[in-house]
């Protein structure tokens, strides 16, 4: 008979995969239940004691979590677990009962006593489950002042129950978290789990045994008492964190979210990744961020310090993927199970150093619902439907409001998000789009229309035909090129079960672009899909690699990179993976379909690599980036002339890539307004620039050369009038362009531009730029080199029909 693996050894190992439940399930209530779910399965069918255990677990634990997505069988579950315990009779002394009874009674009156306005918004959040924008309408106030009091609250409680009970902490000993590993011993903690469910104040008990500060807005799931938090993953320890204390100074970084990543040998360590976590807006650290990483060994978690920076230093080697990363007052990076763009390599002896992380602020945006009139309408119904990058998916924001009297609500959502709001027969929608991102106020207009409720259903399988499990499949709106829809379409996505199967939702009748990814298979893409499709196959295959390296020009290996996998098809290059990798040797390795790509590496403090060609199949493809030249200026307020702090100013060019690590971050302005922004290509740049509160604008006519400095350029934006909608300043020539075979169609001619003065018409299609044909610039060169300087011409050659026209067109300044 084959040896099994003891119950308790299956308990050790589950203490380990706390980590990877928390990036799977929302809060720590959720994931005690998954590791639950997979205790019991665990132990009914133990593996084989020859066997690695921990990625043997690891497995079952996803399985569990496909399985309860499915069908809700956690409150079942829980009762199994429970009867089990009464027939083993493992049930805790009546003395320690007695002190977490005495705690409990001790925090409840501390809670009482708790001053307003502190103790509303705790009973509120730990006791009611309300988020901090729902107590944010209901008090009618700003969700940050919630934020703020639960901190402050939980401050007080904590100082007033260390002063009348310094045992109190001890009487909670199974939800400690010990120093570089779990307190809690792996024999019996999992089990408590189902048996130390307090009543109605547990949430809050362990925030305050923690110290932590409370999350910005978080999801509540079921009652009080199972949003109980027992296992904690470990913070970074000093060492993993780097020097010095939590309360640290802050990093003062000179050129922020532009720090070049190294290699760095460490002899006596298993080696790991370092960096830091920073804020998109301000360029600063974020603390108490945590870092989650999924290895075949199970996942890790660290901590960030105060001044942003973490270190990931685990025990195996070998590839982690960059889960989910959270912090309090910011939106997660937490995309679905095994779909992360952010993959890190472990190698021994050797060390990443320089990682940048970002993170986007949780801006409070407010909604406002109204009729055709444009009355407010109160009691609407308002959901997120969802926008495409599927990076909320582990951890997931509030998607539903209700709007109050005056038909306003408060939102936390990303970027291009589509909203819907409904009251009765009437419908909206409406995208968080750049102008909504800078005015903070997104307005959503009912009237008659379909409800999107319709589906797409399918099956992922592979060359065999047998059905692929976790597929991510994506619906992209597929309109008509040059054809903005009335009303903004919402892309949606899902993930194929354990049988293939996948349901996309809340889609209209228009047609869809479908795209299935798998980590191991070539990309799909299938366009024309219509709403309300049934029985579709993606049959995805395993496609041919493409490898190589990214090194700079002098042949450094560049350890840490996004790489753009494009599709070549005339000048148009479809974008078809994104790919974020730390490596100690700069290796890289990806699936594609057969066919002919373009490569173009990013990395932090380095200028994009030149397009690289290759072809499905490649082994030994050389991507280079060099050190580019740096921009230097100042960005300052157009009346005042004052400095502008933290206007973000981005090249222009291709993006892609993870929110976490952008082929494309820029850089924010200091204090004093300047920045400077390495990595320009040499040849055209073009930079966008913009601020809160402000026009953005593209500045235009400067040319880099590869080690030189441009500048310094003092860059005035227009403030937004009050009810005003920001426009684009910009220079160029006045055509909105797409690409079309071999050649830039026109889309839109500007009103009193240089092209509506020339005669440029939309349908004609560009196919030279002073001669130079627009094959050989490729689309973002051709752009770049449209932009200018405001009176300066380009001589274009257009295609109109059969004829062949040659004009010179006058760059003017326009507002987009």
Do not use: C
């Not at 444009?374 to 997120?384: I, T, Y």
């Not at 009437?426 to 959503?444: F, M, P, S």
Request: proline fraction near 6%; hydrophobic fraction near 45%.
């Amino acid at each position: 008979m084959t040896a099994r693996v003891s119950e308790t050894a299956i308990l050790d190992e589950l203490e380990g995969l706390r980590a990877l439940a928390r990036s799977l399930v929302h809060g720590d209530a959720e994931a005690d239940d998954l590791l639950q779910d997979t205790a019991v399965a665990a132990i009914t069918h133990p593996p084989a004691a020859d066997g690695a255990m921990r990625p043997w677990l690891a497995t079952v634990l996803r399985n569990r979590w496909r399985m309860n997505r499915r069908a809700d069988a956690r409150r079942l579950a829980r009762e199994d677990v429970v009867a089990g315990l009464a027939e083993r009779g493992e049930e805790r002394g009546v003395e320690a009962s007695i002190d977490r009874a005495r705690v409990l009674e001790q925090l409840s009156s501390a809670l009482v006593a708790l001053d307003e306005p502190f103790r509303v918004v705790v009973i509120r959040r730990y006791l009611d489950g309300q988020t901090a924008a729902e107590i944010s309408r209901a008090l009618g106030i700003p969700a940050g002042t919630v934020r703020w009091r639960l901190k402050t609250g939980l401050a007080r409680l904590r100082a007033a129950l260390d002063d009348t009970t310094p045992r109190w902490q001890r009487a909670l000993v199974p939800f400690t978290v010990g120093k570089g590993a779990l307190a809690v011993k792996a024999k019996t903690s999992l089990l408590w789990l189902v048996v130390l469910v307090v009543a109605l104040v547990s949430a809050l008990v362990v925030y305050l045994a923690r110290g932590d500060d409370p999350p910005a807005s978080p999801t509540a799931s079921g009652t009080s008492a199972e949003r109980a938090v027992v296992l904690r993953s470990t913070p970074a320890t000093p060492h993993a964190a780097g020097a010095g204390s939590a309360a640290a100074a802050a990093v003062e970084d000179p050129l922020p979210g532009q720090g070049k990543a190294r290699v760095e040998l460490v002899p006596d360590s298993a080696g790991g990744v370092s960096g830091r976590v920073i804020n998109w807006s301000t360029g600063g650290g974020v603390p108490d961020a945590e870092l989650t990483f999924t290895g075949d060994a199970g996942a890790v978690t660290v901590r960030t310090r105060a001044d942003g920076a973490f270190e990931l230093t685990p025990e195996a080697q070998g590839r982690y993927v960059l889960t989910a990363v959270s912090a309090p007052g910011f939106l997660p990076y937490a995309p679905e199970l095994e779909h992360s763009g952010v993959h890190a390599f472990i190698a021994k002896h050797r060390a990443v150093r320089g990682l940048t992380v970002f993170l986007f602020p949780a801006v409070d945006y407010h909604g406002k619902v109204v009729d055709a009139r444009g009355a407010p309408v109160s009691g609407a119904r308002v959901r997120l439907l969802g926008n495409g990058s599927g990076e909320q998916e582990l951890e997931k924001l509030v998607t539903e409001w209700t709007t109050d009297a005056k038909g306003g609500f408060v939102f936390h959502a990303a970027d291009d998000a589509v909203l819907e709001a409904v009251r009765g027969d009437q419908r909206g929608w409406a995208r968080l789009d750049g102008n909504v991102a800078i005015t903070k106020q997104l307005e959503i207009k009912l009237g008659e229309a379909a409800a999107r409720d319709l589906t797409i259903r399918g099956r992922t399988v592979d060359e065999r035909g047998e059905p692929i499990a976790g597929v991510l499949v994506r619906a992209f709106p597929d309109d008509p090129p040059g054809k903005e829809p009335a009303t903004p379409r919402s892309p949606a996505l899902a993930t194929s079960g354990p049988d293939g199967e996948f349901v996309l939702e809340a889609l209209d009748r228009g047609a869809y672009v479908l795209v299935a990814e798998d980590e191991s298979r070539a990309s799909l893409t299938k366009p024309g899909v219509r709403g309300g499709t049934s029985g579709l196959v993606l049959a995805l295959d395993r496609g041919q690699s493409i490898a190589g390296t990214v090194v700079s020009s002098g042949g450094e290996v560049i350890p840490a990179f996004t790489l753009l996998v494009l599709r070549r098809d005339g000048i148009r290059r479809e974008l078809v993976m994104a790919r974020s990798l730390v490596e100690p040797d700069g290796r890289f390795s990806v699936h594609v379909a057969p066919g002919d790509y373009e490569l173009v590496a990013s990395a932090s403090g380095w200028a994009p690599s030149e397009p690289v060609q290759v072809s499905a199949g490649a082994t030994d493809a050389k991507v280079v980036v060099t050190a580019g030249a740096t921009l230097r200026g100042v960005v300052v307020d157009k009346a005042s002339g004052k400095p502008l702090p933290y206007a973000r100013v981005m090249r222009e060019g291709p993006g892609g890539g993870a929110s976490a690590t952008p082929a494309n971050a820029g850089t924010v302005t200091r204090d004093d307004g300047t920045f400077e922004l390495t990595g320009l290509r040499p040849g055209p740049v073009s930079i966008s620039v913009g601020a809160g509160d402000y026009h953005p604008r593209v500045e235009a006519g400067l040319v880099a050369v590869e080690g030189g400095t441009l500048g310094p350029l003092t860059i005035a934006l227009a403030k937004l009038a009050p009810g005003e909608q920001p426009s684009l300043e910009l220079v160029g020539i006045g055509v909105k362009l797409a690409p079309d075979g071999d050649a830039l169609r026109v889309d839109l001619v500007f009103p009193e531009s240089g092209a509506a003065v020339t005669g440029v018409l939309p349908g004609d299609r560009l196919v030279a730029l002073d001669g130079v044909p627009i094959t050989t610039l490729g689309f973002d060169d051709a752009i770049a080199r449209i932009r200018g300087t405001v009176g300066t011409t380009i001589a274009v050659t257009l295609v109109r029909g059969a004829q062949t026209v040659q004009v010179v067109v006058e760059r003017k300044r326009l507002r987009a």
